[in-house]
């Protein structure tokens, strides 16, 4: 079955750029039914949307982030990526990729298990 | 899109009804989702479109609602669902996504 898996640093500095990357297994990146986000979970806190990315290319961003953020696929790695610049320590949180599918259900149905990222210097 | 959720938390017993209340800002029909995260897992969808059971979720939980109010039912808490949930909306325009804060379901 379909698998999403984060990977990237877990420890940033502030002021530098946050780099992450969802592996998908078991399914293309390149359904039509689909598109693929980042969402994000500080310590004890909910759950805050990043942005989404069709296989296309096709993007879009929280507005509070969306100076700040990069979203980008890699259709023949079956990868997406997140990069997230500036980053302070407001930063600091769990980092989910999900599948977001747009056909019915409008939710996202399948996630990766996530990555602490934390910003310190 | 704003959702509000109600009540921000709420202890329970097992086998107690429990219903918990996502409000959206503006009309949103029924693009309405239901999550339950567990402390250190990736949230879990329950039911999308505000009343369609997610493959393989338990039939104790429940949607309903259109518009503005929508709520999570479930019929008879059992131990495995203490747990965070969250309602989330996907606006079409602008595109977005937008969660819910969260109602925290504990043991009474």
């Known amino acids: 079955q379909l698998q999403l898996q984060e990977s990237g640093p877990g420890l940033v500095k502030p002021s530098e750029t946050l780099s992450l990357t969802c592996t998908v297994s078991?399914?293309?990146?390149?359904?039509?039914?689909?598109?693929w986000g980042w969402i994000r979970q500080p310590p004890g806190k909910g759950l805050e949307w990043i942005g989404s990315?069709?296989?296309?290319?096709?993007?879009y961003y929280n507005p509070s982030l969306k100076s700040r953020v990069t979203i980008s696929v890699d259709t023949s790695k079956n990868q997406f990526s997140l990069k997230l610049s500036s980053v302070t320590a407001a930063d600091t949180a769990v980092y989910y990729c999900a599948r977001l599918e747009q056909l019915d259900a409008d939710a996202f149905d399948i996630w990766g298990q996530g990555t602490m990222v934390t910003v310190s210097s | 899109i704003q959702l509000t959720q109600s009540p921000s938390s709420l202890s329970a017993s097992v086998g107690d009804r429990v219903t918990i209340t996502c409000r959206a800002s503006q009309g949103i029909s029924s693009y309405l989702a239901w999550y339950q995260q567990k402390p250190g897992k990736a949230p879990k969808l329950l039911i999308y479109?505000?009343?369609t059971l997610q493959s393989g979720v338990p039939s104790r939980f429940s949607g309903s609602g259109s518009g503005t109010d929508f709520t999570l039912t479930i019929s008879s808490l059992q131990p495995e669902d203490f747990a965070t949930y969250y309602c989330?909306?996907?606006?079409?325009?602008?595109?977005?996504?937008?969660f819910g804060p969260g109602t925290k379901v504990d043991i009474k």
């Open positions: 078991g399914g293309s990146i390149s359904s039509s039914s689909y598109y």
């Open positions: 989330q909306q996907l606006n079409s325009y602008p595109p977005g996504v937008t």
């Open positions: 990315i069709y296989y296309s290319g096709s993007t």
């Open positions: 479109a505000a009343s």
